[in-house]
């Protein structure tokens, strides 16, 4: 037998399928994951077919040196040379997503201690006639309570003794780490009765899982937090597993939406895997492996869990689909959504997508489902725009007089401004000097806690100036509020006594600690929440009865066709997560932009309007849904180099049925010039395949002279 193997390299110049001869007998399939020798080194590959003969002369070919882990399905091979087209990437790339997490560098199974007790043990404990002293009962007793138990939990040198005199067995095994379980909120594992609206919207999902309709679009589930959609989810996936098959739920970010998951844990208990950053390496690859052998068939996760190593997934469970972080960063730059879409078509299984401010794209290709009020059946609150030309201060008058009032009645707020930090920027008020980052053409942000300032794209820090370098002058103008600013103003305003103000932004916290914070938040009586867009995800807080979103049109101020909708969408997040309180709900918008399109929408509610009116703006503009856009960027440290680059792809496409846009220059990043190159295309597989073809002739030429090409289809 032949296995041909896909080498994992980085390297975009390593094409194509190597062979290698099996020995009698050995245990390979497709996904397979193999060590083969490569060139003069080794290699991790996977097997992407087996054949019976090989066109290379069976003299030469070698062995594999080991098969590693445990592979991944012949599914997840196939999806990932889709990928690799799709998103101009290879498919090495593209399988480097899909293995056990820390299968490329070793980590298999831990093996622990255990200690149980023998016959003789358990004899011993109830016959007082057996010498032992206080210590070693209560080793016993605690091994006669637990059952088996990993011995370094309790005294491994006692409990080694107690094993020479025959009581205790002690043997390494296996343990799965799993992950602590974190419990939030009230969650059970019966389901309540549905309401009729939520029985509406499973009916036709639980129908759609016994046809297997591959070319079906997908449900898209539309409802306001609290209209109970989470319910939904939860009937669908108990549907699925009732079918004997297995399912899927995409959550944009578990750490910050830790009760998600736990009533997904405390309704379908252990057959429920997550995986998620927040986890070890080794966390990861335990909940990896009982997803891959059958034991746990939900899997709860991020956007990497879209490749859950799941056979026959009945269903895909997209929460909060509007949000960004679905959309991944490096190359592949794979949309989960769009992932999702393709796996679900390839095993049949039912799509389900979930938000209140859903995306126009799905509006339009996906079969609406609606829950129209909160379950609670309480209204949403009052949004009330504030002007904020002419006045100088970040809180709106009216704001401060709602935050004073909350605070005497000990009711709670959130607070959104979408930019961290102290202050935008700096300038010199002598000559008008910016203080710019010197690798990235942006201003830097000053950070008041630990006096620094900052690049937010390359992380670069400087001290605050004290000067100006070209002018000497000591006169530093400081402009703009970011949420560090905005944290310290209510502290001043409004003191800390029994009105706790949590801050919740990248430069927070850790992980975790943004979660315990939340907790924090979640946990006091009275107090105020601001961060930036994070404070607007995913949580769930019934007793918020004030919202408040500062320069709301920021969002907007950003030369990008989604700017709208992120608008609306962030206004319209908040409001549905306000207002369930027993203070009755508020939620105030202070912008400079009163009259723009979303901000307006948004006061009355109206997601319908806004989606059709978005809808129509991009039909008249050709942009997505009606059009895909394919990005393409280079970088060089020359300016003119990354310039060139460009133009010489531009020129390759000359023959596309596409308009090609640029090149266009970006702002310098981490000290590289970039050119950007934008094609809108009414045909995007043709298009796709154009733009990898031009990628592939040019890019390797202006690698030589130090050029960097990326691709990014469906940019966000
Ligand atoms: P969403 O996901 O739309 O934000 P959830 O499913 O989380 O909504 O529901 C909001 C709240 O209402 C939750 O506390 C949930 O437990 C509760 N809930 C949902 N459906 C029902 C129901 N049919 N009966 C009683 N309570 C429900
Ligand atoms: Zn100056
Ligand atoms: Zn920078």
Avoid at 389 to 409: C, G, K, S, V
Avoid at 473 to 501: D, K, M, N, Q
């Amino acid at each position: 037998m032949i296995a041909r193997v896909q080498p994992l390299t980085r390297t975009r110049a390593v094409r194509g399928l190597f062979d290698y001869r099996l020995a009698p007998g050995q245990q390979v399939q497709v996904g397979s994951l193999l060590r083969v020798p490569f060139g003069s080194r080794s290699s991790l590959g996977v097997v992407v077919e087996l054949a019976e003969h090989s066109e290379l002369d069976p003299e030469r070919l070698v062995e594999p040196e080991a098969v590693i882990g445990a592979g991944v399905g012949a599914d997840l091979v196939a999806l990932a040379d889709w990928m690799a087209r799709e998103y101009c990437s290879t498919p090495s790339r593209a399988l480097q997503l899909m293995l056990a997490p820390g299968a490329s560098t070793g980590t298999g199974a831990k093996l622990a201690l255990v200690a149980e007790l023998t016959p003789e043990g358990r004899a011993a404990l109830g016959d007082p006639r057996v010498r032992l002293n206080d210590r070693q009962r209560a080793l016993l007793g605690a091994l006669a309570e637990r059952g088996p138990t990993v011995a370094s939990e309790l005294d491994t040198s006692g409990l080694r003794r107690l094993e020479g005199r025959g009581l205790v067995a002690m043997d390494r095994r296996a343990r799965p780490r799993r992950p602590a379980r974190l419990q939030v909120g009230s969650a059970s594992a019966a389901a309540p009765p549905l309401t009729a609206q939520q029985a509406q919207a499973l009916a036709p999902l639980v129908a759609a899982l016994g046809r297997r309709d591959p070319d079906h679009p997908g449900y898209l589930l539309q409802g306001v937090t609290g209209s109970g959609k989470t319910e939904v989810y939860l009937g669908a996936v108990d549907a699925a597993l009732a079918a004997g098959r297995s399912a899927i739920v995409l959550v944009p970010e578990i750490a910050l939406t830790p009760q998600t998951l736990w009533r997904f844990e405390a309704r379908f208990g252990d057959v429920v895997a997550v995986l998620h950053s927040a986890l070890s390496t080794g966390e990861r690859h335990d909940e990896w492996m009982r997803l891959r052998s059958g034991e746990a068939r939900v899997c709860v996760g991020p956007r990497s869990a879209v490749f859950a190593p799941l056979p026959d997934i009945g269903l895909i469970v997209i929460d909060e689909e509007h949000e960004s972080s679905y959309k991944h960063e490096g190359d592949p730059r794979y949309d989960a959504r769009t992932v999702a879409r393709e796996r679900a078509a390839r095993h049949g299984a039912v799509l389900v997508f979930g938000s209140a401010t859903p995306r126009p794209e799905s509006v339009l290709a996906m079969t609406r489902l609606r829950l129209s009020e909160r379950v609670d059946r309480r209204p949403l609150p009052g949004v009330e725009v504030l002007d904020m030309r002419d006045r100088h201060q970040p809180l709106h008058p009216e704001t401060r007089m709602a935050l004073a009032d909350l605070r005497r009645a000990g009711g709670k707020a959130i607070l959104l401004l979408n930019r961290r930090g102290w202050s935008n920027f700096l300038s010199c008020r002598a000559c008008g000097r910016v203080w710019l980052c010197p690798n990235c053409d942006v201003a830097l942000v000053l950070h008041r806690h630990g006096q620094f300032i900052a690049c937010h794209h390359c992380g670069h820090r400087a001290r605050v100036p004290q000067r100006c370098s070209a002018c000497q002058s000591v006169s530093v103008a400081r402009h703009g509020a970011g949420t560090e600013r905005i944290e310290h103003e209510l502290r001043e305003a409004l003191g800390e006594e029994r009105f706790p103000i949590f801050r919740l932004d990248a430069d927070s916290s850790t992980l975790p600690q943004r979660a315990r914070t939340l907790q924090s938040f979640q946990a006091a009586p009275a107090g105020v929440l601001v961060g930036t867009q994070m404070v607007a995800k995913g949580h769930d807080f019934p007793d918020v009865s004030l919202g408040v979103v500062l320069d709301a049109d920021q969002t907007l101020r950003f030369p990008d066709f989604r700017a709208e909708e992120r608008t609306f969408a962030l206004i319209t997040q908040l409001a549905g997560r306000t207002g369930r309180g027993a203070l009755g709900s508020r939620v105030l918008v202070q912008t400079l932009a009163p009259e723009a399109r979303p901000i307006r929408f948004a006061v009355h509610h109206d997601t319908d309007g806004f989606i059709s009116d978005e809808l129509a703006r991009r039909e008249a503009l050709s942009y997505p849904p009606y059009a895909s856009l394919i990005r393409i960027v280079s970088s060089a440290e020359d300016e003119a180099l990354a310039r060139e680059t460009a133009a010489a792809i531009h020129a390759e496409l000359a023959s596309v049925d596409a308009a090609v846009l640029g090149p266009a220059p970006l702002f310098r990043l981490r000290g590289r010039a970039r050119s950007q190159l934008v094609v809108k295309a009414t045909a995007r597989r043709p298009a796709i395949d154009a733009v990898g073809r031009a990628v592939d002739r040019v890019a390797p030429g202006a690698a030589r002279r130090g050029a960097a090409v990326s691709v990014d289809v469906d940019p966000q």
